[in-house]
């Protein structure tokens, strides 16, 4: 603050960037008083998330790097921490296969990853400062950013969030673009059955996609809470939740049509694998 700089504080003539304070420095020169008014940078501090190691995560904090004319700059309003990528950067699994980021998202860099390196994808914020970009100041925009509490952003790696949409869920848009891919790809047509195996995140946005555009849904969930968590703001989804699903259900992706039990030669499966936290047995 001015304080800090033994200085009084004046009224800014207009809005500053987040990352400056405004000021008006009282100093003497040769035992006069003299008055120089202007700026005074004062760098911002953020913090992060490091993934150090296998098993190894820390918060850190860092200056706010300088805001470019093409960036706005957000104050971070919610985080969403991936339970299956994420969950393999902990493991070490992503590094130790060297796959690279996902090179459409510029602000994990696109290369291999490497110790220690910032993960995250689901990122709301505020806008505080929006530079030269059309972003209003004071709006919600969603981002792909690793996890950090401000971030300096181009308007087009950013979407806007509905005023009717809240900040929980707009977490989901990474795990919603997913379940509609999915769902996409399954191709399904009028008439057609869904199953959905297991009510993780993109499962149960994929069951509640298919649900919403009126396909009939079995959702098949060993742990009953989650699946009623899904049927609460679905109740058309049927529910088959329990540890007895694993065995009668395990050979459908498997056998050929000919060893099929009778009365089930003639359905088509189409299977779609959509995990990414592990691997089919």
Same mark, same amino acid.
């Given at each position: 603050?001015?304080?800090?700089?033994?200085?009084?504080?004046?009224?800014?003539?207009?809005?500053?960037?987040?990352?400056?304070?405004?000021?008006?420095?009282?100093?003497?020169?040769?035992?006069?008083?003299?008055?120089?008014?202007?700026?005074?940078?004062?760098?911002?501090?953020?913090?992060?998330?490091?993934?150090?190691?296998?098993?190894?995560?820390?918060?850190?904090?860092?200056?706010?790097?300088?805001?470019?004319?093409?960036?706005?700059?957000?104050?971070?309003? /919610?985080?969403?921490?991936?339970?299956?990528?994420?969950?393999?950067?902990?493991?070490?699994?992503?590094?130790?296969?060297?796959?690279?980021?996902?090179?459409?998202?510029?602000?994990?860099?696109?290369?291999?990853?490497?110790?220690?390196?910032?993960?995250?994808?689901?990122?709301?914020?505020?806008?505080?400062?929006?530079?030269?970009?059309? /972003?209003?100041?004071?709006?919600?925009?969603?981002?792909?950013?690793?996890?950090?509490?401000?971030?300096?952003?181009?308007?087009?790696?950013?979407?806007?969030?509905?005023?009717?949409?809240?900040?929980?869920?707009?977490?989901?848009?990474?795990?919603?673009?997913?379940?509609?891919?999915?769902?996409?790809?399954?191709?399904?047509?009028?008439?057609?059955?869904?199953?959905?195996?297991?009510?993780?995140?993109?499962?149960? /946005?994929?069951?509640?996609?298919?649900?919403?555009?009126?396909?009939?849904?079995? /959702?098949?969930?060993?742990?009953?809470?989650?699946?009623?968590?899904?049927?609460?703001?679905?109740?058309?989804?049927?529910?088959?939740?329990?540890?007895?699903?694993?065995?009668?259900?395990?050979?459908?992706?498997?056998?050929?049509?000919?060893?099929?039990?009778?009365?089930?030669?003639?359905?088509?499966?189409?299977?779609?694998?959509?995990?990414?936290?592990?691997?089919?047995?």
């Amino acid at each position: 603050t001015a304080a800090d700089f033994g200085c009084q504080a004046q009224n800014p003539p207009r809005p500053m960037a987040a990352n400056v304070r405004a000021s008006r420095v009282w100093v003497s020169v040769l035992g006069a008083r003299a008055v120089s008014s202007g700026c005074q940078a004062v760098p911002r501090r953020r913090t992060f998330v490091e993934f150090e190691g296998p098993g190894l995560v820390a918060v850190r904090e860092e200056m706010l790097p300088a805001q470019r004319p093409e960036e706005a700059t957000l104050r971070t309003l /919610l985080s969403a921490v991936s339970a299956g990528t994420e969950r393999k950067v902990l493991a070490g699994d992503l590094v130790a296969a060297a796959e690279p980021a996902d090179i459409s998202i510029g602000s994990l860099g696109g290369a291999a990853p490497r110790w220690p390196l910032r993960y995250g994808y689901a990122l709301v914020g505020l806008v505080e400062e929006p530079g030269d970009t059309p /972003l209003q100041r004071g709006s919600r925009v969603f981002c792909f950013h690793p996890h950090v509490s401000a971030a300096n952003v181009r308007a087009q790696d950013v979407r806007e969030v509905p005023p009717d949409l809240s900040d929980d869920d707009a977490a989901f848009f990474a795990s919603m673009e997913t379940a509609t891919s999915l769902v996409q790809d399954a191709a399904p047509v009028l008439g057609d059955r869904a199953a959905v195996f297991g009510a993780g995140t993109v499962g149960a /946005l994929a069951a509640g996609v298919l649900s919403h555009h009126r396909f009939e849904v079995t /959702l098949f969930e060993p742990n009953s809470a989650r699946a009623e968590a899904v049927r609460s703001r679905f109740p058309e989804i049927q529910l088959n939740a329990g540890e007895a699903w694993l065995r009668p259900y395990a050979w459908l992706a498997e056998a050929p049509a000919s060893s099929l039990a009778p009365g089930m030669a003639r359905r088509t499966w189409r299977c779609l694998w959509a995990s990414a936290s592990t691997a089919p047995s």
